[in-house]
């Protein structure tokens, strides 16, 4: 990697961000899908080769069915790199696939159909259970096996005796992310809110992770509870998100001040020393600081909602096959929508971080049964599922044909929720 011609700078690095931004038109719709293999015959975690099924196995299947090009880290498969996504490695073996940036949701829905096929039948061949749950609900932490990256070494040693549930985020959870498009400065403030006040709908809508160690948790999804114990320096949301006037300089404002995970020299990474991004900049190092280390700082960044050159959404625990193409649906239907980010910005009309944060332990707890404000939450998710469902069947950005709302319909079906 070769050095930078150009000193970053805080406001460069609002500008990286805002090259992100496209016309309406051209908007497009991304998802990113983890799921967690089990051994079919003990119920083990896989190990990432040896005898037995393995999480390398998983990834050669997948080579050989579809292509694409080797990821390798200490001449370790670690990812595959082709035309219909990517797929990576979490912590714990967690298989991820990212999709290629889709025009529609039709397009999105096919590709996530022949990837989990290939999931399918690599299971068959290879003697792995894909859990359904977001949360591993019976093997003890204990239990989990950490795959050979030098990312997660470093995260791993990083959270020794810090938050108290680290060690389960990293290697027992699993989740929906969707990314989305903005058009100038305004939009992005505009979505980036509306994708804020409306993560506790998604958390109750698509809370699936009660059980932990064989037992109920006392939570309806136990991976929100995780990461509300994992690290407050770079989970949930900052109290600007919420602040008149909050907008792409004070997003990025605050990243920089978020402390460096690790810290990254061409393509070598190391453990953190303290410092921030800012401090980076400053040092005397900050002349060879590129794009790419912002890149991966912004990887670290593990709220609710995240910027790198787009939006992206994260409250959504894994669902079972069926449902997982209501996430989607779900976020297209009301980011993509203008008459859908009034209705979400609508809900926080007196919501400030503090009342943000009670509805998301709420929602994390109760799921519908919780409360967002003084509102229910039944009551919410009820009026924002129909209000995704006419966005997409009337035509909104990336909606398609409009058909993806069947799947909004087979949620509330599934919830008990009757929509209009």
Sequence with gaps: ????????????????????????????????????????????????????????????????????????????????????????????????????????????????????????????????????????????????????????????????????????????????????????????????????????????????????????????????????????????????????GFDLEAWVDWVLDVPLLFRQSGQTLTPPDGSTFRRRLAGPEGATVSIEDWVTHCSTIFTEVRCYTYIEVRSADLQPEELIFAVPAFWTGMLYDDASLDVALALGRGIDHGAWRRAMDSAARHALDGNFGALPLREVATRVLGQARRALTAGAPCAGDGSAARYLERLAAHLGLEIR
């Design 1 to 244: 990697m070769s050095a930078p011609t150009t000193r970053l700078t805080p406001e460069l690095l609002v500008e990286y961000c805002r090259r992100g931004a496209v016309p309406r038109r051209e908007w497009r719709v991304g998802m990113e899908v983890e799921r967690m293999g089990r051994r079919a015959d003990d119920g083990q975690a896989l190990t990432y080769d040896g005898e037995g099924p393995t999480v390398r196995g998983v990834l050669e299947f997948i080579h050989a069915r579809r292509g694409g090009e080797p990821v390798l880290e200490g001449g370790r498969l670690v990812g595959l790199e082709a035309p219909w996504g990517s797929i990576s490695l979490e912590p714990g073996g967690q298989v991820e696939w990212s999709s290629a940036p889709a025009r529609t949701l039709d397009a999105l829905e096919a590709a996530l159909e022949e990837h989990l096929a290939a999931l399918r039948d690599a299971g068959s061949a290879l003697g792995i259970r894909w859990l359904e749950q977001a949360v591993d609900p019976v093997l003890p932490l204990q239990a989990m096996v950490y795959m050979p990256k030098e990312r997660y070494r470093i995260m791993r040693d990083y959270y020794r005796g810090r938050g108290r549930l680290a060690q389960r985020m990293m290697t027992q959870t699993a989740s929906i992310q969707c990314a989305f498009d903005f058009e100038d400065d305004a939009d992005w403030a505009r979505r980036f809110r509306a994708s804020a006040l409306l993560a506790p709908v998604a958390t109750a809508l698509f809370a699936n992770s009660s059980r932990v160690d064989g037992a109920e948790s006392g939570f309806r999804s136990f991976r929100q509870a995780i990461w509300r114990e994992t690290d407050d320096d770079r989970c949930g949301l900052p109290p600007r998100v919420f602040e008149d």
